[in-house]
């Protein structure tokens, strides 16, 4: 069955440091998520891709965040300057159809760790 | 955007039917009611969708009345690995990419 992948499964980086994390959605997907989750809470949307373009992002998604689809497969959440608070789980999606009426497809989550 | 209430916690044993219930007052005509699942330290897993009636599939069953103010998730016969978070949410067929996650409810399976 076809999945969603992410890496790496958990991250620790300094505060103030860029990371990356990756996703390879699912190959005949065109529409990409990225949702978190800091521990204990609710899982948030952050930004949603498609055609090279985000299509909708929340209030979270903010200057110091972006999204790339640098290739035919990968999908990439950019935190430019991280801080304590960017500490979570970070879940990539991936869809057949625009709309939130489409089953979404979620990996298995990045963790990070700001120090 | 309809706001869905469900139970914070549910307890059930091994072999039993779960029953979550799901209110979603100001539903609109175009939203759907979804279900989607997390286990720990894993994303969440899509269950069900129905617009009314019922809806049934090897997971779960999915009962939403005549006026869709509210819905009931079904899971016959629980095994310790549905321990999870259900999570019931409201999107519409027309508006908006984003699926938005209340806090779920907390089911725990025992033996």
């Known amino acids: 069955e076809p999945e969603v992948t992410q890496t790496p499964s958990h991250q620790v980086t300094q505060m103030g440091q860029e990371v990356i994390l990756r996703c390879v959605p699912i190959s005949n997907h065109l529409y990409f998520y990225w949702y978190r989750q800091i521990l204990g809470q609710k899982v948030e949307f952050l930004v949603s891709f498609y055609n090279n373009e985000i299509s909708e992002k929340s209030e979270i998604f903010d200057d110091q965040f972006s999204v790339e689809r640098p290739d035919g497969s990968n999908f990439t959440l950019k935190i430019r300057s991280t801080k304590l608070e960017d500490s979570a789980m970070y879940f990539c999606a991936s869809s057949e159809g625009l709309s939130a009426y489409n089953e979404q497809f979620f990996g298995p989550g990045t963790r990070l760790t700001v120090l | 955007l309809a706001k869905t209430t469900q139970p914070i916690s549910m307890d059930s044993y091994e072999g039993q039917e779960v029953n979550i219930t799901c209110s979603h007052n100001n539903i609109a005509t175009n939203d759907y009611i979804t279900w989607y699942q997390q286990f720990p330290s894993q994303g969440p897993r899509f269950i069900i969708q129905?617009?009314?009636t019922k809806v049934t599939n090897e997971v779960a069953s999915l009962f939403i009345p005549a006026d869709r103010k509210s819905s009931t998730l079904s899971l016959p016969r629980v095994s310790l690995s549905d321990t999870a978070v259900y999570y019931c949410l409201a999107p519409s067929m027309e508006a908006g990419t984003a699926l938005i996650f209340g806090k779920g409810t907390t089911l725990s399976v025992s033996s």
């Open positions: 129905g617009y009314k």
